[in-house]
Every structure is written in structure tokens, then in C-alpha cells.
């Protein structure tokens, strides 16, 4: 998944936000980081919705979202096939206010100059991604506990679809960008 969907840059205070190494060079690079919390200046407790929960394979990285706003769709660029190890990944999207981490210390991979990428740092499940601006959370649809309410609607990055791949539902197909995503 490229770029995320552009909106409004949200009041927020990063808690315990610890960079604890830097290494590599451009355009790659990695770093390890722990979020612990995210605060909201305006007080919001993220209560009014039903919240969803999700985390990686041992357990130790969870968050919380607000699926109200989320975007959900398949991407299939060659990025994510190499995070994921599968030929297509879904995600749900969602701006950056409606994303919590609530325990647990993620890795950060910036896979391009438009993504980073986060994985546990304990047993390496891929989980969620970012872009370099902070406005948008594409979250790993297989990390979500139950995902059964996100339901996809659309295929991005068509054109690095692996060939044996076929894709055998009617949703709208896009050979880069998904539109919410330019």
C-alpha cells in the first residue's frame, strides 16, 4: 500500500515515543520504536464507536481502532508481497486519531519514501504501516482479532499482481493507486 488517504492532521501527543536506533542509509532505513500511547489534546477517549482490536502473533504488540472512516482494500505491489511473504495483503485505513496503541514495542522499516512499516519487535509479525507525514494508519487486516466487519472494495497495484493470482470478485481493479490513496 503506497501513500495513504490525505486528512486533516489530528491534534495528538505522542506518550513515550523512544527512538532506540537508527541504522542504514537512503533510501531504506530502520529503527526501533516503542509507542505506548497515543493521547488525544481534545480529550477524546475513543468510546463513542465500537472499537476494534488486533495484534501481532505473540501477543505483546496490540492496538485499538475506530473502524468508522476506515478504508479497506487488497494492494498487491511488490512492497507488500515482500512484507507479508503472501501474493496480496489487505488493509483497512484509517486516520491517525482513531489508532492506539495500547502495549508493546514495534519496529519500524521505511520500505520507501512513501511507507513505513511496523512489525512486533519480539516475534516479527508484520502489523501496521505509516507514511513519513503521519496522517493515515493502513492496518494488517490479519492482525485485526475480527476483521469479519472490514470488507474490501477494491484491488490496488494491479500491474504487480503475481500471474497465477486471479482475482475472481467484481470489485473495481487499479493498476497503481487505489484513488484514496494519491
Known amino acids: ?42 480529550g477524546d477517549d475513543m468510546t463513542s464507536t465500537k472499537q476494534l482490536t488486533g495484534r501481532c502473533m505473540c501477543g505483546a504488540l496490540r492496538y485499538r481502532f475506530d473502524p468508522s472512516e476506515a478504508v479497506v482494500d ?15 495483503t489487505a488493509w483497512a485505513q484509517v486516520p491517525l486519531a482513531q489508532f492506539e496503541i495500547v502495549s508493546g514495542a514495534a519496529k519500524a522499516f521505511q520500505s520507501s ?11 516479527g509479525s508484520p502489523v501496521f504501516m505509516t507514511e513519513p507525514g503521519g496522517t493515515t494508519v493502513g492496518i494488517m487486516l490479519g492482525s485485526v ?18 500471474s497465477w493470482f486471479k482475482i475472481d470478485d467484481h470489485l473495481p481493479h487499479w493498476p497503481e493507486d487505489a484513488p484514496h490513496d494519491r
Not at 4 to 25: I, M, Q
Open 1 to 42: 500500500r503506497a501513500a495513504g488517504r490525505r486528512a486533516p492532521r489530528p491534534r495528538l501527543l505522542w506518550a513515550g515515543y523512544t527512538t532506540l536506533s537508527l541504522g542504514g542509509g537512503p533510501p531504506s532505513r530502520t529503527m526501533t520504536i516503542k509507542l505506548e500511547s497515543l493521547l488525544r489534546s481534545s
Open 74 to 88: 487488497y494492494c498487491h505491489c511488490k512492497s507488500c508481497q515482500r512484507w507479508s511473504g503472501a501474493p496480496v
Open 113 to 123: 519514501p512513501r511507507g513505513i512499516r511496523h512489525f512486533c519487535a519480539d516475534c
Open 145 to 162: 482479532d475480527d476483521p469479519s466487519s472490514l470488507i474490501p472494495t477494491g484491488h490496488g497495484w494491479t500491474s504487480d499482481q503475481i
